[in-house]
Each structure stands twice: as structure tokens, then as C-alpha cells.
Nanobody, 121 residues
Framework: QVQLVESGGGLVQAGGSLRLSCAAS????????MAWFRQAPGKEREFVSA????????YYADSVKGRFTISRDNAKNTLYLQMNSLKAEDTAVYYC??????????????WGQGTLVTVSS
């Protein structure tokens, strides 16, 4: 069973940047699509971005398109989310997760514990 640990969250001013990382244990990381979700206070968890097993296909929510970039390093078993031009509405706990298939199917079967991103306006 893959275990996921996020890092890189913190406090940043609006317009700033952060890079989140998600370290995966186990040998099957590279076999599956991965994704980032987020949950803001008082709101439901929402999709942010996803990436296929090779990194050849990426997907973004409209709210982050053009500002966030998802990537993965299968040799390091690590998923990344580069977040630029951050806005106050990006404040949330960010979760990484492992998909069910090689390509993104819309759902996750393993979740990390989350990392908090706070954007001050």
C-alpha cells in the first residue's frame, strides 16, 4: 500500500509562490496517475490538478489553470505542485492522492494527510 506525505505548505503573501511536494513510499508510485485536491475552511474538498503515470497528460481546475503546474519525478517517487501568483482564495489544506489507473480517472484511492497553504492578502 502506497503511503503519501505532503510538504511545502506555509504562509505566503498574495502574488507569491510555493512548491508543494508529495513523497510516496512503495514501488508502485510510477504505475498510477496522481492528483492534488484542496479543502478550504467551510468548503468541500475540490479537485486542483492531476497527472498521468508518465507525466504526459496533465489536468487542471479552471481556477488554477495558468498559475499552477503539476509534475512528477518517478525516480524519486515524488509528486509536485508549483503554485504561482497565489491568491487569498487559494488558502486551503492541500492533499495529494494516488489514482486507480495509469491515466486520470477522476478519483483517488490513497490520500495524504494534507499540508496547509495560507495566502495573505
Amino acid at each position: 500500500q502506497v503511503q503519501l506525505v505532503e510538504s511545502g505548505g506555509g504562509l505566503v503573501q498574495a502574488g507569491g509562490s510555493l512548491r508543494l511536494s508529495c513523497a510516496a513510499s512503495g514501488r508502485t508510485f510510477s504505475w498510477y496517475a496522481m492528483a492534488w485536491f484542496r479543502q478550504a475552511p467551510g468548503k468541500e474538498r475540490e479537485f486542483v490538478s492531476a497527472i498521468s503515470w508518465t507525466g504526459g497528460s496533465t489536468y487542471y481546475a479552471d481556477s488554477v489553470k495558468g498559475r499552477f503546474t503539476i509534475s512528477r519525478d518517478n525516480a524519486k517517487n515524488t509528486l509536485y505542485l508549483q503554485m504561482n501568483s497565489l491568491k487569498a482564495e487559494d488558502t486551503a489544506v492541500y492533499y495529494c492522492g494516488k489514482g486507480h489507473k495509469k491515466d486520470w480517472s477522476g478519483s483517488l484511492e490513497v490520500w495524504g494527510q494534507g499540508t496547509l497553504v495560507t495566502v495573505s492578502s
